[in-house]
C-alpha cells in the first residue's frame, strides 16, 4: 500500500512500531517520541522523502533492506539522523533539482546506488561509500556523482571485479563523465581495501595545452590493494572538449610528470596495465 503525507503534513507516531511494507511518501514532517524509534523496513518497502530540504527519520533497518528515495531535491539536500548513515538501496530522483545541493555528511550504501533523476554532490571532505558488494545503476543518463572541493566517492573491493563511478560535471548543463575501472588481479583485505574516484571540473592545472584538452579530469587513489593491476577508461561528453579530439592524448600524472597513452575513441579515454594510480 501507499501512504502519502500530502501538503507538507506532520505524522506524529506513538510507542508503537511501523513496518513499511509499501510506500511511505513524505511530503512534511515524521515525528516520533524522543530517544524511541520503531519504523523498520519490510521486504520491498520504500521510504520516500519528496521534499526539498527536510529530515529523513530514523528507520531500524533502513542499513539491511529497503529503499530510501529522495525525489523533492531542488535547492537542498535532506538532512540525515547523525546516528544513520548507512542505506541498503538508496536512490536519487530529483528530476527538478536546480542546484548543487551537496549530502551534508558521509553516506553509505550496502547494496544498491540508484541514479534515476538530477545528481547526487558530495559535500566538502565527505565521501559516498559504497560497501563491498554495492553496484550503482544509471536509470537516467543526466544522473551522475558530483565531486566538488574534497568530495569523493569510495568502493570497496573484496575481488578482482568491475565498477562504474558514475561521476559527472554541472558543466555545460551537466555531464556524464563515467569512470570505468577493471581490477585483473590483486591481493584484497575485505573491508579495508577500497578505490576512491573524483572527478575535478576545470582543466588540470599541470595541462599546458593551449588548443586541444578537457575541462574536466578524474583522480584515483587506493588503499590497501595490493600488487594489483587494472585496467580503466573515462568517458567525457563533447561539452568537455576544446579543440579536437584527434589531436589529444589519455595522459596520467604522478605529482611531478606526465605518461602519455592512446588517442581517445569515441569519446572515451582507455588504458590497460595500470599498477598505480593518479590524475
Same mark, same amino acid.
Given at each position: 500500500?501507499?501512504?502519502?503525507?500530502?501538503?507538507?503534513?506532520?505524522?506524529?507516531?506513538?510507542?508503537?512500531?511501523?513496518?513499511?511494507?509499501?510506500?511511505?511518501?513524505?511530503?512534511?514532517?515524521?515525528?516520533?517520541?524522543?530517544?524511541?524509534?520503531?519504523?523498520?523496513?519490510?521486504?520491498?518497502?520504500?521510504?520516500?522523502?519528496?521534499?526539498?530540504?527536510?529530515?529523513?527519520?530514523?528507520?531500524?533497518?533502513?542499513?539491511?533492506?529497503?529503499?530510501?528515495?529522495?525525489?523533492?531535491?531542488?535547492?537542498?539536500?535532506?538532512?540525515?539522523?547523525?546516528?544513520?548513515?548507512?542505506?541498503?538501496?538508496?536512490?536519487?530522483?530529483?528530476?527538478?533539482?536546480?542546484?548543487?545541493?551537496?549530502?551534508?555528511?558521509?553516506?553509505?550504501?550496502?547494496?544498491?546506488?540508484?541514479?534515476?533523476?538530477?545528481?547526487?554532490?558530495?559535500?566538502?571532505?565527505?565521501?559516498?561509500?559504497?560497501?563491498?558488494?554495492?553496484?550503482?545503476?544509471?536509470?537516467?543518463?543526466?544522473?551522475?556523482?558530483?565531486?566538488?572541493?574534497?568530495?569523493?566517492?569510495?568502493?570497496?573491493?573484496?575481488?578482482?571485479?568491475?565498477?562504474?563511478?558514475?561521476?559527472?560535471?554541472?558543466?555545460?548543463?551537466?555531464?556524464?563523465?563515467?569512470?570505468?575501472?577493471?581490477?585483473?588481479?590483486?591481493?584484497?583485505? %575485505? @573491508?579495508? $581495501? +577500497? !578505490?576512491?574516484?573524483?572527478? *575535478?571540473? &576545470?582543466?588540470?592545472?599541470?595541462? #599546458? %595545452? @593551449?588548443? $586541444? +584538452? !578537457?575541462?574536466?579530469?578524474? *583522480?584515483? &587513489?587506493?588503499?590497501?590493494?595490493? #600488487?594489483?593491476?587494472?585496467?580503466?577508461?573515462?568517458?567525457?561528453?563533447?561539452?568537455?572538449?576544446?579543440?579536437?579530439?584527434?589531436?589529444?592524448?589519455?595522459?596520467?600524472?604522478?605529482?611531478?610528470?606526465?605518461?602519455?597513452?592512446?588517442?581517445?575513441?569515441?569519446?572515451?579515454?582507455?588504458?590497460?596495465?595500470?599498477?598505480?594510480?593518479?590524475?
Amino acid at each position: 500500500g501507499i501512504y502519502n503525507s500530502l501538503n507538507g503534513a506532520t505524522i506524529t507516531l506513538g510507542w508503537g512500531s511501523v513496518t513499511i511494507e509499501g510506500l511511505l511518501y513524505n511530503t512534511g514532517i515524521i515525528s516520533y517520541p524522543d530517544n524511541y524509534n520503531k519504523i523498520s523496513f519490510g521486504t520491498n518497502g520504500v521510504y520516500e522523502h519528496a521534499q526539498n530540504g527536510g529530515n529523513i527519520p530514523l528507520i531500524n533497518n533502513c542499513s539491511t533492506t529497503g529503499t530510501v528515495r529522495i525525489s523533492g531535491v531542488t535547492t537542498t539536500a535532506p538532512t540525515f539522523p547523525a546516528s544513520q548513515t548507512t542505506y541498503y538501496n538508496l536512490e536519487w530522483k530529483c528530476a527538478s533539482q536546480t542546484s548543487a545541493a551537496p549530502l551534508p555528511t558521509t553516506i553509505t550504501v550496502n547494496n544498491r546506488l540508484i541514479l534515476n533523476g538530477g545528481y547526487i554532490t558530495v559535500g566538502n571532505n565527505n565521501q559516498l561509500i559504497l560497501g563491498t558488494n554495492a553496484k550503482s545503476t544509471i536509470m537516467n543518463e543526466t544522473s551522475f556523482v558530483n565531486t566538488p572541493g574534497n568530495g569523493v566517492m569510495r568502493k570497496y573491493f573484496s575481488d578482482t571485479v568491475t565498477f562504474v563511478f558514475p561521476l559527472g560535471s554541472t558543466l555545460g548543463g551537466g555531464t556524464s563523465n563515467t569512470a570505468t575501472v577493471k581490477f585483473t588481479n590483486g591481493s584484497f583485505s %575485505s @573491508g579495508s $581495501s +577500497y !578505490l576512491d574516484a573524483k572527478l *575535478t571540473s &576545470s582543466k588540470h592545472p599541470n595541462n #599546458n %595545452s @593551449g588548443t $586541444s +584538452y !578537457l575541462n574536466c579530469y578524474w *583522480t584515483l &587513489s587506493s588503499a590497501d590493494i595490493k #600488487n594489483f593491476s587494472a585496467n580503466a577508461s573515462f568517458k567525457y561528453s563533447s561539452a568537455n572538449l576544446f579543440g579536437d579530439a584527434a589531436n589529444m592524448f589519455l595522459l596520467r600524472y604522478n605529482g611531478s610528470s606526465w605518461a602519455t597513452y592512446e588517442h581517445p575513441l569515441n569519446n572515451t579515454l582507455s588504458i590497460t596495465g595500470l599498477t598505480s594510480f593518479g590524475d
